[in-house]
């Protein structure tokens, strides 16, 4: 198991932000298992704690939200994280505190080494929990103008990434890259943002680039560049593969994605981020997720109640199925009720001069009281079970208002990755249905 990982000890740096110009102070300091990326914000009266997350991304009208990556949290922004979050998604970070005491990121030498060499001198070591992935489930598309990104799933983060722009030293840079700490050393960390000379002017005319100069900004003009010299023919797209990097850890979780992108800026790199959440939303709300701590004996003098069993399942009314958990051992059998009224919602359109129970109800009750029993050994705590497939499905007798439904599951095969339990609904100890079911489990 890969462990989640933090700093060893505390460090700080100081300098002058790339677009305010404003002269700022950071510190950064280990923290716990399973708190994230936290800045925190030393200058106000009270601390203002910022979570590194998508839901904290500063908005399109945020002063924010051009040239750089920025979040925010009651009107207090911090602005140019890309850079920094670039070292930290480098180096495999999980949790650290960052406190800072202005609103922007120094620009530094306009890469992202001097945030990775302290960070790195600092130690890196292992924590208590395993460390989280999202991997993409599905390819996630998007475009601005004749620009794109398209992501497909994949084992690692590996990124293809092609720079053109209508200027001779960036007609086309190509950069296929895979993320790891020591490439990150050798080949992207030193690379340093650039702009045109034909956009410097009016970008200083918008608020940007107060903190810029010469040496800290590869300046692109006719001729070449100005007052500089290139640390890779390809600098630039270097940079822009760290920019991606840097904005694709704003997700909370560290992405396993094959990535192409063409000509993608922060704009586009944060629509992408948007696409992403929506994915892990609709993944997360079609799984049972183990976020609650099932007690050792469950019997009827001490049954899991409603209540408790909303704590496990996603499932709420009208399609909670489980009225209680009267028996389980884990990892080999559970039994659950519900106790079947003519109040149910599906009888005023299921045959409702005769209602009946729809079977497939039925096959649902059971897959609930299953996907309890199946996340309730402790190694299961912190997954997800998918209800995956249904066989030998099997309806013997009609289930009608007033009736106990009493829903037995029984393991069978259960793999790191799989399971399979049979179960059979019973009224007045009659079968009325029986199914084989197979659940996948998966990490968060």
């Known amino acids: 198991m890969i462990l989640q990982k933090t700093i060893k000890k505390e460090a700080a740096l100081s300098g002058i932000g790339l677009h305010t110009g404003n002269i700022t102070n950071i510190k950064f300091k280990p923290a716990p298992v399973n708190s994230g990326i936290n800045f925190i914000r030393v200058d106000h009266s009270e601390k203002i704690i910022i979570k590194v997350c998508v839901d904290n991304l500063s908005g399109p009208n945020s002063s924010g939200s051009l040239r750089r990556s920025s979040i925010t949290k009651d009107s207090v922004e911090i602005f140019t994280i890309e850079h920094l979050l670039s070292a930290i998604a480098a180096l495999e970070i999980d949790n650290i505190f960052i406190e800072i005491d202005n609103n922007e990121i120094p620009g530094m030498d306009g890469s992202s080494k001097d945030f990775f060499d302290i960070l790195e001198k600092c130690g890196i070591v292992d924590q208590s929990e395993g460390k989280q992935y999202f991997t993409l489930k599905e390819p996630v598309w998007v475009e601005e103008g004749n620009s794109f990104i398209v992501a497909f799933p994949s084992d690692s983060l590996h990124i293809c990434y092609t720079l053109s722009y209508n200027h001779p030293l960036l007609t086309s840079q190509y950069l296929e890259y895979r993320l790891n700490t020591d490439s990150f050393r050798k080949d992207i960390a030193s690379a340093r943002t650039f702009c045109l000379e034909s956009e410097a002017e009016g970008l200083l005319k918008s608020g940007f680039g107060k903190g810029a100069n010469y040496k800290n900004t590869l300046v692109l003009g006719k001729n070449g560049v100005i007052d500089n010299e290139l640390r890779f023919n390809d600098e630039c797209v270097r940079h822009k593969v760290m920019d991606l990097i840097g904005d694709l850890r ?123 029993l199946m996340l309730a050994p402790e190694e299961n705590r912190g997954k997800l079970a998918f209800f995956l497939a249904a066989n030998n499905i099997k309806f013997r007798k009609t289930v009608l208002p007033g009736d106990t439904l009493v829903m037995e599951v029984n393991v069978g095969k259960i793999r790191s990755r799989t399971g399979q339990v049979f179960t059979k609904a019973t009224v007045d100890g009659k079968v009325v249905a029986e199914a084989d079911l197979m659940f996948a489990l998966v990490d968060q």
Do not use: C, W
């Open 250 to 372: 704003i997700f909370e979780l560290p992405l396993k994605a094959n990535i192409f992108a063409l000509k993608s800026g922060h704009a586009l790199n944060i629509k992408f981020l948007m696409k992403l959440k929506a994915q892990k939303d609709r993944f997360d709300s079609a799984a049972i997720k183990a976020n609650y701590n099932i007690k050792e004996n469950i019997d009827r003098n001490n049954p899991l109640n409603a209540s408790q069993i909303m704590k496990i399942l996603p499932h709420r009314y009208p399609f909670l199925l489980v009225d209680k958990i009267i028996h389980l051992e884990k990892g080999k059998r559970a039994i659950g009720i519900k106790n079947v009224t003519m109040n149910e919602n599906f009888f005023t359109g299921h045959f409702p001069g005769n209602p009946i129970m729809p079977g497939v109800l039925l096959v649902e009750a059971m897959a609930q009281v299953g996907g309890v």
